[in-house]
């Protein structure tokens, strides 16, 4: 039971501790003092075992929200965060870096990863697109941690869904124009693209940290479906290059590198 919810019966108890200590103080009977404590005592005790408890269903809901994480990063945020690790210049980390790096090594991708740059604005571009394609990602992840009352990714899941709201409203507006150099001439824009794009490079590093630390052999599989997902994604970026488009040219598709 949290705090707010026994509040009663914590001002009930102080109440009980404080008329025996008026008692006290008008009979100025020793035994009085000894009642007044047992209130207090039960009260500390009390909080002490709610902290525990609490501590324990905190440690149980961050590990059911890393298996759904998890899930998740595997499924429907896969293609975002290829997309992602593909369009950086610095740091350049492929994901086949991230499964073949010790803890120490992840750790220090994390630290570079502080202020990640892009090959290019237009670069960012699929990296935007994918965001807003895994809408109905964010917004589950919004509802569950509303759900375990994990204010900081609520913070966060309501911004990255202001972020693409802009991008719907421009893409509705002006179809068939990049987002990315209307945001380039708008600060305010630019800011969001910047810590949208820049969060989940740190936000997936993180994890990666997490899962090696905590649970190696799901960092493992989930390392290797996207190592898998990199070389399906090389396979067919050279075979759409290598076609012919039937006048003797290529033709070309704009997806960003990305190491297995």
Request: hydrophobic content about 45%; glycine content about 4%; charged content about 30%.
């Amino acid at each position: 039971m949290s705090v707010k919810k026994n509040l009663v019966y914590y001002i009930g108890l102080l109440l009980i501790a404080a008329v025996f200590l008026l008692i006290h103080h008008e009979t100025h009977n020793e035994f009085t003092l000894h009642l007044a404590a047992i209130p207090i005592e039960v009260l500390v005790a009390v909080f002490i075992v709610e902290r525990i408890l609490e501590d324990r269903e905190n440690r149980e809901k961050r590990t059911q929200l890393r298996l759904i994480k998890s899930y998740m990063f595997r499924s429907h945020m896969r293609e975002l965060f290829l997309a992602n690790f593909g369009a950086l210049s610095s740091p350049a980390v492929s994901m086949s870096d991230i499964r073949q790096a010790s803890l120490e090594e992840l750790r220090a991708f994390r630290h570079s990863a502080a202020k990640p740059e892009y090959r290019s604005l237009e670069a960012m571009e699929p990296v935007i697109k994918e965001y807003v394609k895994a809408a109905p990602v964010w917004t589950d992840f919004l509802e569950r941690a509303i759900h375990y009352n994990f204010e900081d990714i609520v913070e966060t899941m309501i911004y990255i869904l202001h972020f693409i709201q802009d991008v719907e409203f421009f893409q509705a507006e002006r179809p068939g124009e990049l987002f990315i150099h209307a945001a380039k001439d708008n600060p305010r824009l630019m800011s969001k693209v910047d810590t949208v794009l820049g969060d989940g490079i740190r936000k997936f590093l993180d994890y990666a940290v997490e899962l090696k630390q905590k649970d190696p052999r799901m960092f493992d599989e989930v390392m290797e479906s996207y190592g898998f997902s990199s070389r399906f994604r090389r396979k067919h970026r050279r075979a759409l290059t290598s076609r012919g488009d039937g006048g003797g040219g290529k033709i070309t598709l704009e997806i960003p590198p990305q190491g297995d």
